[in-house]
């Protein structure tokens, strides 16, 4: 069977028949863009240490991931849903190369660090959380809730910037990190920051 004659779709439903074969052309195929994406995000995150093959092998686990879940009855293509688990994979790792692993959040949930007036607090929100380890506890708790539910409101664009930009990345390695210019990262912090604040006042 000569496997390059069929689409992804059916490239993936081969591979859930175990045919090996079609696995690697789509690995074949899909290697171009996961190495152009990891040059691209590797530019700013040099002095992180972070080397470009582990990006590409990031982005191979990604492509991995994406064959795995893909749910042909849902309305988006293969392309576009295995971008979307290669981008993430790698930008998973750029954040874990900056900040603590485990970390959810810093101090804030600030979208652009510039404005005391119209910062989305989450320690106002929530209330003083250092009286007690229970509470730190609880408010740990409640900050990934409150970032978890702020997700399902968002694209995938806006949910990378987003990840990005609470793990302290600024405009400009935003941009370079995926590859846009600083005003489509503004435009999706504004979008963003809408639907934050409406999520807080469902919260409050």
């Known amino acids: 069977m000569n496997y390059r004659n069929y689409n ?28 152009s994406t990891a040059n691209k995000m590797q530019k700013t995150c040099k002095y992180n240490g972070l080397e470009i093959n582990d990006l590409i092998q990031e982005g191979f686990l990604g492509l991995t991931n994406a064959i795995i879940h893909f749910n042909e009855q849902k309305d988006t293509s293969f392309y576009t849903f295995a971008k979307t688990c290669i981008e993430r994979r790698m930008i998973s790792l750029i ?7 485990h970390k959810i959040l810093n101090e804030s ?15 106002t929100f929530l209330g ?16 990934s809730e409150l970032i978890n539910n702020i ?3 968002l694209t995938d664009f806006e949910e990378q910037v987003f990840e990005l930009k609470i793990n302290n990345f600024n405009y400009r390695e935003i941009a370079n990190i995926l590859d846009r210019t600083p005003k489509a990262i503004d435009n999706a912090l504004q979008r963003i920051k ?9 919260k409050s």
């Open 194 to 202: 809408t639907k934050a604040k409406e999520e807080l006042e469902i």
């Open 128 to 143: 003083d959380s250092n009286s007690d380890p229970e509470n730190v506890l609880i408010y740990n708790e409640e900050k």
């Open 151 to 153: 997700k399902n409101k």
């Open 95 to 101: 954040i874990s190369t900056k900040r603590l692993k």
């Open 8 to 35: 992804d779709n059916e490239l993936v439903s081969f591979v859930e028949e175990n045919h090996e074969e079609a696995q690697d052309i789509l690995f074949e195929k899909y290697k171009p863009f996961i190495v």
């Open 109 to 123: 949930l600030s979208l652009d660090g510039n404005d005391d007036n119209d910062i989305v607090g989450l320690e």
